[in-house]
């Protein structure tokens, strides 16, 4: 009952690569991550999700989608709070645990972020830093009024 509530009166952003789809509804404070595409008409939302909360003064919410060969999707987390509800695994959670790590493969894919696409709570810095780092993820953003 929580999922289908917060797929409700929300946009929708579609992350493509290679066939392979990766939805985020944005809502309140909170992001929601569904493997496949999904609306609030025809495909509703799986039961499966990772979602992001970033409440508050300083929330943000910060991380990347890796598209992998095998069809995998992995959100590497950055900043904020997320969490993975469900088994699928074919969309799932990466934490590096170190920092420096972290920052080791941000500084490996500089300039080249092929399959990989920034998500980020300010959609036109998410929009800038993919285009300047040759994401070839397409994303589909809602018209705004």
Not at 18 to 46: A, H, I, L, M
Request: charged letters at 30%; hydrophobic letters at 30%.
């Amino acid at each position: 009952m929580l999922v289908l509530a917060s797929c409700s009166d929300n946009e929708f952003i579609y992350y493509e690569y290679k066939g392979v789809t990766v939805t985020r509804q944005d809502g309140n404070g909170e992001s929601y991550f569904y493997y496949g595409r999904c609306d609030d008409n025809e495909n509703p939302c799986p039961e499966d999700y990772i979602k992001a909360e970033y409440y508050g003064f300083d929330g943000v919410m910060h991380a990347y989608l890796v598209f992998q060969e095998d069809k995998r999707v992995k959100l590497v987390r950055v900043a904020d709070n997320y969490e993975k509800k469900g088994k699928d695994s074919s969309l799932y959670l990466f934490d590096y645990r170190a920092g420096y790590k972290l920052s080791t493969w941000l500084d490996s894919i500089e300039g080249n972020y092929d399959n990989v696409a920034q998500v980020y709570y300010a959609r036109d810095v998410e929009k800038t830093t993919n285009a300047e780092n040759f994401s070839r993820v397409n994303a589909s953003y809602p018209i705004q009024n």
